[in-house]
T-cell receptor
Framework: QQKVQQSPESLIVPEGGMASLNCTFS?????YFWWYRQHSGEGPKALM?????GDKKEGRFTAHLNKASLHVSLHIKDSQPSDSALYFC????????????FGKGTSLTVIP | ETAVFQTPNYHVTQVGNEVSFNCKQT?????MYWYKQDSKKLLKIMFS???????VNETVPRRFSPQSSDKAHLNLRIKSVEPEDSAVYLC???????????FGPGTRLTVL
């Protein structure tokens, strides 16, 4: 069964700093990858997706995927206090609707 | 407004009681899910439901059962709740393989 692991468990960065979140997965047949963000008291919301090897940039957020090394990462540039949240990595294949796996999350705190 | 809606927001009950939580999605998605998010914020998939096909996570106790009237609704019933059922229950929907899941705001259950 797919294993999705995230690191670090928690991360504290100063406002304006760079936050880097990591995620490894175990199934080489994985095809679709997302980063979710969950603010306190809310449900998780998809932040961005990445499906091809390399970098994908959306504003201050850059996702990086390396399928060969089973690794996906999220980098948040110029971090803001509003970025403080729980971030989940999610991995999916294309067989079975149950085939959608979340990591344990990284808690990000941005200090003003 | 298109989204995933959950009711109630909160529910407090006694051990042994039966509870039922509602979920409705207006996104036109074909697949719906129930997740349990525990105090450590881990997301554990409980059920997925697509085209009347129900997939159950084998670790889910039998006192939990999903109920669907159509593809836009997937309710969750818990017969005889236990203290360990205290958690946030999140409903989600998804369009297809390469698409992300959309989550509702969750229902927080407290079992006394």
């Amino acid at each position: 069964q797919q294993k999705v692991q995230q690191s670090p468990e928690s991360l504290i960065v100063p406002e304006g700093g760079m936050a880097s979140l990591n995620c490894t997965f175990s199934d080489r047949n994985s095809q679709y990858f997302w980063w979710y963000r969950q603010h306190s008291g809310e449900g998780p919301k998809a932040l961005m997706s990445i499906f091809s090897n390399g970098d994908k940039k959306e504003g201050r957020f850059t996702a990086h995927l390396n399928k060969a090394s089973l690794h996906v990462s999220l980098h948040i540039k110029d971090s803001q206090p509003s970025d403080s949240a729980l971030y989940f990595c999610a991995v999916s294949g294309n067989t079975g609707y149950q085939n959608f796996y979340f990591g344990k999350g990284t808690s990000l705190t941005v200090i003003p | 407004e298109t989204a995933v809606f959950q009711t109630p927001n909160y529910h407090v009950t006694q051990v042994g009681n039966e509870v039922s939580f509602n979920c409705k999605q207006t996104l036109g998605h074909d697949t719906m899910y129930w997740y349990k998010q525990d105090s450590k914020k881990l997301l554990k998939i409980m059920f997925s439901y697509n085209n009347k096909q129900l997939i159950v996570n084998e670790t889910v106790p039998r006192r939990f059962s999903p109920q669907s009237s159509d593809k836009a609704h997937l309710n969750l019933r818990i017969k005889s709740v236990e203290p360990e059922d205290s958690a946030v229950y999140l409903c989600a929907s998804r369009r297809d393989w390469a698409y992300e899941q959309y989550f509702g705001p969750g229902t927080r259950l407290t079992v006394l």
